[in-house]
């Protein structure tokens, strides 16, 4: 009944404007990160060169977190309407750009491009809700979105497997077309205008060290070769540079103390070992059920669905438990949550358990996740003052977005690697990501089968890493 009264309250007069268009915005950028994964099949059968088409996926979250660092001094400087305006558009223009793509190579550059409207608009979005809501009705407003991202996670998928099968691969990007056009509709004219800041010059220099950066260490996680030490190396390099830039420059990209603050670190800590942790096991989560235990390739796509229904259920339970306890508590059990549900998949998989069982243990990593995220956006949401919501807000989603990029790029590491030395060639089950239907050797399904468990247990250590993290930020804060 509460959740039911304080949903309605956040589409009543006061605030039902601002979350029709909030809605709208994580509608289209969460179908757009969920539905392509069941794309992949296709997508390969039609343009070839299936080693590119885990960077369909993995492009379009890496360009959303550069992306995010760039709005949020944008959204303090020049206000979220302004920000939503430009972010909704330029979404518009680049996922046509992917329907129209003819070459495998063409598509990859489309989606970084479509990543860098999309990760402009979450972040667009994140930052209203620390500006629109009170503080008491904040966790509320984030169980709200989650759900609309859970809704897009149960029907995206399933939307995209019929668009596939009856008009094709192209579809699934066309359908984003008229969805932005509606995001714009609602929320035009609909999100604050007012500038919560001084205008402050871009800082360019900043922004290009930290993109490099986070280019390198995809790079360096994505393959196991003397190529990754090169680039762990110059990512090093450039991160000192960054700390050194940052600290002489009067506005840069990123402020230090927005990472490194007693105030903020270990909310980002928090964030980022349960979206690299949680995300990084379920990504492959279809190519173990396709490969390894001969699912249909419709089968393997909903399966992702789970997990997501997890995180956006945990928001309302989330919302609820902090009525009642701290935010801080809050998230020390989302902690222990997705901590169980890492070791129970790891575990499960392990053991050939029953696919059900399986997928009830990533249904309880979404819950974990969706406990801390909730959590920990309103505690930092909370330590920020208005005239640096975006810049905190920025900050805080790109380091989760690269927790999810990073998680998949470590899981399919494992997997590959693993598979080559076992197999003497990991294009065996990379093959299997651009066929829809394949019949797989019994050699093959077994090293597929190990590689993926040991990905699941590397995935683990970071879902048990969230506890020493939460119980960090559980002690009393002082405002510095």
């Known amino acids: 009944m509460v959740t039911r009264a304080r949903a309605r309250g956040l589409l009543g007069p006061k605030y039902r404007a601002a979350s029709l268009a909030l809605m709208a915005a994580i509608a289209m950028a969460s179908y757009n990160n969920l539905s392509v994964t069941a794309a992949l099949p296709d997508i390969g059968d039609d343009l070839g060169r299936v080693a590119l088409l885990p960077w369909v996926v993995t492009v379009e979250l890496l360009s ?35 329907v129209v793509a003819p070459t495998m190579e063409l598509l990859v550059a489309a989606r970084v491009l479509q990543g860098l409207g999309s990760g402009a608009l979450i972040g667009t979005s994140l930052t209203c809700i620390g500006l629109v809501f009170d503080e008491t009705v904040r966790p509320w407003a984030y169980a709200l979105m989650s759900s609309v991202w859970g809704i897009m996670g149960i029907g995206g998928p399933a939307l995209a497997a019929v ?44 922004l290009s060290m930290l993109s490099v950066l986070t280019v390198a260490l995809l790079l ?53 070992t349960a979206v690299s ?54 998230a020390l059990i989302g902690s222990v949550v997705i901590s169980a549900g890492g070791v129970a998949v790891t575990a499960a998989a392990g053991v050939g358990a029953p696919v059900p069982v399986l997928l009830a243990a990533f249904a309880c990593v979404g819950w974990g996740i969706g406990t801390i995220s909730t959590s920990s956006l309103a505690l930092l949401q909370g330590r920020a003052d208005p005239h640096e919501m975006g810049r905190v807000s920025a900050a805080h989603h790109f380091i989760r977005s690269l927790g999810f990029a990073y998680g998949a790029a470590v ?28 019949v797989v050797d019994p050699a093959v399904a077994d090293a597929l089968a190990s ?30």
């Open 163 to 206: 668009l596939v099968s009856t008009l094709g691969w192209r579809a699934v990007f066309a359908l984003n077309l008229p969805v932005a056009v509606a995001a714009a509709a609602v929320g035009w004219g609909r999100l604050p205008v007012e500038a919560q800041a001084a205008a402050e010059r871009l800082d360019r220099r900043g």
């Open 277 to 330: 942790g949680g995300t990084g096991s379920s990504v492959f989560l279809p190519l173990y059920l396709k490969g390894a235990r001969g699912a249909s390739a419709a089968f393997a796509a909903f399966a992702v669905l789970w997990p997501t229904l997890g995180w956006s259920t945990a928001a309302w339970v989330s919302g609820a438990l902090q009525q009642r306890l701290r935010a801080q508590t809050v």
């Open 64 to 98: 959303a977190a550069i992306a995010v660092l760039a709005v949020g001094p944008y959204i303090d400087g020049a206000g979220a309407r302004r920000a939503f305006r430009l972010t909704v558009m330029a979404f518009l223009v680049t996922s046509a750009m992917c």
């Open 411 to 438: 899981a399919g590491l494992v997997i590959f690697w693993l598979v080559d030395r076992s197999t003497g060639d990991a294009e065996l089950v990379r093959g299997l990501l651009g066929e829809a239907e394949a």
């Open 220 to 272: 360096a996680t994505s393959d196991l070769n003397w190529n990754s030490a090169a680039l762990l190396v110059a990512a090093a390099v450039l991160a000192a540079l960054y700390v050194r830039h940052a600290r002489g420059f009067p506005t840069p990209i990123v402020r230090l103390p927005h990472i490194t603050g007693r105030r903020w670190r270990h909310i980002h800590m928090l964030g980022v």
């Open 451 to 480: 590689a993926y468990t040991w990905s699941l247990a590397a995935m683990a250590v970071l879902c048990v890493l969230t506890v020493p993290a939460a119980f960090a930020l559980s002690r009393r804060y002082n405002p510095e």
